[in-house]
Structure formats: structure tokens, C-alpha cells
């Protein structure tokens, strides 16, 4: 009997209990060893999520020849196991048997490499077999000699493809990002003959990575304009540029068009959006988008309840979490509790962050990581309780990292204590040598007690490493478009418009006991600083920009690459109370809501 007449169909089950089924029916037949009439039930029980690998390598045992297809589809079924090591040795095997390779054996085999040598030997292979012009395999090299870091060798086969196509162009865009060369990748794209909506997300994300906004958000305009359909993917990474500069209007037009597109709102991307609102400041629109969320992930949940945490909202944090063990749908993660010990830091709930930290451990089994560890330091040290944070960083189980440390410096100025600081300080000065940041404070806690030689020798510290001080600025979007301040700054059109209104602003908060805090200009260590009095902080010319295109009453929304000041914080806090406004703003460490007077924080930060 003919094994053609009886041959399944490509994919001619749905389950296992089929599959073996069938299997059976071609025992019966005496066609169990036909290659061509196990192929469909080999093929599932490879590739299909309801197939068994296991199953399929001991039906390839029986075959006594088993041709290049049969190989070819283990190749790929390994690729995408958890031992995509196995796929060599069974190539090996191939070859042993004299079987040849074909243009469908090498994609899946190169994407399995683990060593260097083992991709240039089949590099060697594919052009000793006559595929040295398949294009679709030379892509898969491009692709894992960039994964490799060999980027002579990923340049070398580009430019030796024959017929380079989309895909061979958006691998070398998406390699030179993989590295970081953010320029190389932009010159890469704009020689492309033709981009796809792929082509434009890997750089748009190219740029995103590299904290590169501006471009990225120049980039997707082009792309709008060129036509170019908005997918998922795109809406995923423009989402994480608008979070990341805080444009919340850009972000709201691509939530909308992924719901006028009938995207898919998956739990990955509804927990973008999810994210964006967080980081936006529009934290009840967040939670709406959460509550809608059809599937809730983890991540999901992780990201809503840091939403909370970031926003100083511990006990709405504290609840939502409960809601989540009471659902009983996902189990809480690591992130998810540094998440809620976060919350309790920002909101001064010290006895819940004790609480769940050893819940986390008794009930959930959760070993405490240096970022748990982390939190519980910054809990106690904003509560003023210094030697026990101290504590918890001594009786650690690994040695403190410079974020562990950093909260506790930074807490040793707020609270005066010399002696504790110096320690802590001159301990993470040697740890992070090149921040900036970590010499200024352990500086200003000098100069708080007068101890001018000691700030001297912090300078000259600085001075000898080349550590410079990370410039400050703020950014606040306007009509779509992100405006970018630096304190002093006058690069920008409205410049003149926009130092009157810091005038008159300034002038109007006077008259409510506005008194400038000089304190943490007066100590600090970089001359330049001194030069912008502190009405020139980048974040009053962005709340002054944002006074100049509104209307009174409008909520203005800021966002600072660092911590806010001392005096910033009261200013602000004046400003929302005489121009009858809410200003959010999104620091370093977390948000702050001025409204009439008052901040969310509670001073607490």
C-alpha cells in the first residue's frame, strides 16, 4: 500500500491522546517507520504547546531513516526547548548518516549556539553546502554574532549578503543597539531602501533604551506621518518613552489608538499602559485601565501596587496587595514585595514594613534580596531611626550595595548625624566612585557642622577622580510636545517670557512667607551651582512655563531627573495655593501632588 494514500495531514491532532492515536492507526498499517506518514504526528508532537518532545524523540528512535525534514523539525523544536544544545548533537548524527542539510537546517541550528566557535563552524558549514546566499540563514548569523559581540563578523556577513532584506537591515539596527551604538543604528536606518513598522520599532526602541526621548518621540512622528500602522509593539515602546519623560498627552493618543485599532490589550501591554499612567501622574486613570484588565499578571498587579508606592499611597499599596492573595489568581513575586515595603517607606508605615517583611519570608518563602534589604534601611533611616537601620545593613546576609547605603547617608544629613554619616559616606564614596552625588552629601553633612577643611578634601576628591556632578534638569510636555529646562538655561525660545513669570511667580509666593531655603545651595560642592540662585532651579522655570500656556486651575505635571529641593518642595507648595493649581511632580525618588498648600508627601521624603 502506498504510504500516500494514507499519510496524515500536516498537523492532524489537537492533543496527545490524538496524536497517539494516530499513531496507533499507522502501527496497525505497517506504516510506523514510513517517514512521510509519521511526519504530520512528529511535527506536533515537536512544535504544537500541546505536543510532548519526549514523545517525538522516541518515535524518531524507531525511524530507521529518518530524512531532512524530520531533522529540520527537531532543530527547531530544540531551538525553542529548554536544551537547545541538543540540536548539535543531532546535527552531528545527520551528517554521520550522510544525510544533507538543506536551507531550512541552518536558521534553527545557528540560533542554538552557546559558543563563538560553534556559530563560525557553521557559518562554515552553510557556505560548504551552497547556502552561502540564503538569506534567511545569513540573518540568523547577523543576529548571534551580535549576541556574541562579534560585530566585525555580524558587518562582514551584511555586507557580503547577496540580496539583503528588510529583516537583514533591521538586524544590524537592532545589533548596534544591543551594544549601545545608538548613532551607528540611526545611520544604519536611514540607508534602509524599505522599513517595515519592525524597522521603525527597533529604533524607536534603539533610542528609547538609551534614555534618548526627544529622538525617539521625533522618530514616531515621522513614522506617523509616513503612514506607517501603529502596532502593538510600537505602543509598547512609545509608552515607555512617554513614561519616561512623563508625556502623559502622547501617552493617552497611543492608548487611544490602540483601543480605536482593536489592539490586543494583553496583560504585557495593559501593563504598560498601566505603568505609563503611574509614572504620568494620572494615577486614578491607572487604576481604571487595571480594574479593565481582562487578564491581570503578575506584573500587572506588581505595577499598579508600586504605582501606589511611588505616589507616597502605602496603605491604598497595602490593600491592593490583599486583594491580590484574595483573588488567589497569581502568587506575589520578590518585586512585588519590595514594591509594598517600598510603599510603607514613602508613607511612614514602619510597623507594616516590619510586618511584611517577615511575611514574606514565613509565609511566602521568599529569601530577602539586597533590594528587600534596601527598603527595610530606607523605612527606618526616614523614620530617624539611624542606628537600627545601621543595623539591618550589618546583620545583612550579603554585602550592602550603594542603593542600601545611599538611603542611609542621605537620611544621616536629614537628620544631622555627622558621625554616622561620615562612616556611611566615605564607605560609599569607595563603593561608587563616580556619583556625583554620593560626595556632595557626605560634603553638605560637613559643612552643616562646620567642618570647611573636611569639605575642602571632599572637593579635591572629586576634583582628582574627574567626577563631575550630574546636571540637573526638568521637563514638562505642552501641547505634545516635552519641553526640557536646565537651571539657569536660557537656550529656550520663550526664555525671556519665561524669567518674568519666575519673577513674578517668586514675587507672588513672598507675599504667603516665602523664604528661600539657601541651605543646600550655600554647601554645595560644585562652584556652578552657586552661580543659579535658587529661583533658576530647572523645576521652577518648568512650573513657570507651564503657569505661562494654561489657564489658571489647570494641573501642571514635572519631571525631574533628580531629587527635589528643599526649597523647590516649598516653593511649590506656595505656588499650588496662590495660582489656585495642582502641580505633580515625578523626582528621582517619587511623586510629589502640591495642592493649595500642601504636598502629598507630608514632607515626608
Known sequence: MSSCLVAPPPWPCSSMAEAKQHHSLLLRLGLSTDNHAVSGIFTFCSLSNHGNLNYALKLFTTLPNPDTFLYNTLFKAFSISHNPSLSLLFYSHM????????????????RTCKLQQEVKQLHAHLLKFGFGADTFALNNLIHVYFAFGSLDDARRVFYTTPHPNVVSWTSLVSGYSQWGLVDEAFRVFELMPSKNGVSWNAMIACFVKSNRFREAFDLFRRMRVEEVEVDRFVAATMLSACTGVGALEQ??????????????????????????????????KAFRVFRGLEVKGVSSWNSM???????????????????????GMVVPDDITF????????????????FYYFSYMVDVHGIEPTKEHYGCMVDLLARAGRLEEAKKVIDEMPMSPDAAVLGALLGACRIHGNLELGEEVGKRLIELDPGNSGRYV?????YASCGKWDEVAGVRKL?????VKKEPGFSMIEMEGVVNEFVAGGRDHPLAEALYAKVYEMLEAIRVVDYVPDTDGVLHDLVEEERENPLFYHSEKLAIAYGLLKTKRGETLRVTKNLRICKDCHQASKLISKVYDCD???????????????????KDYW
Open 305 to 327: 501596587i508600586g504605582g501606589f508606592a511611588m505616589h507616597g499611597k502605602g496603605e491604598d499599596a497595602i490593600r491592593l496587595f490583599k486583594e491580590m492573595e484574595q483573588e
Open 583 to 601: 502641580i505633580i511632580i515625578r523626582d528621582r525618588n517619587r511623586f510629589h501632588h502640591f495642592s493649595n498648600g500642601e504636598c502629598s508627601c
Open 95 to 110: 551528517l554521520q548518516r550522510s544525510i544533507a542539510p538543506n536551507s531550512f537546517t541552518f536558521p534553527s541550528l545557528i
Open 462 to 466: 572629586m576634583n582628582d577622580r574627574g
Open 441 to 445: 552629601i557626605l560634603g553638605n553633612i
Open 251 to 284: 501617552g493617552k493618543w497611543i492608548h487611544g489608538r490602540v483601543e480605536r485599532n482593536g489592539i490586543l490589550l494583553d496583560s504585557k501591554l495593559g501593563t504598560t499602559i498601566v505603568d505609563m499612567y503611574c509614572k504620568c501622574g494620572c494615577l486614578d
Open 338 to 353: 519590595v514594591n509594598v515595603l517600598t510603599a510603607c517607606a514613602r508613607s511612614g508605615l514602619v510597623e507594616e514594613g
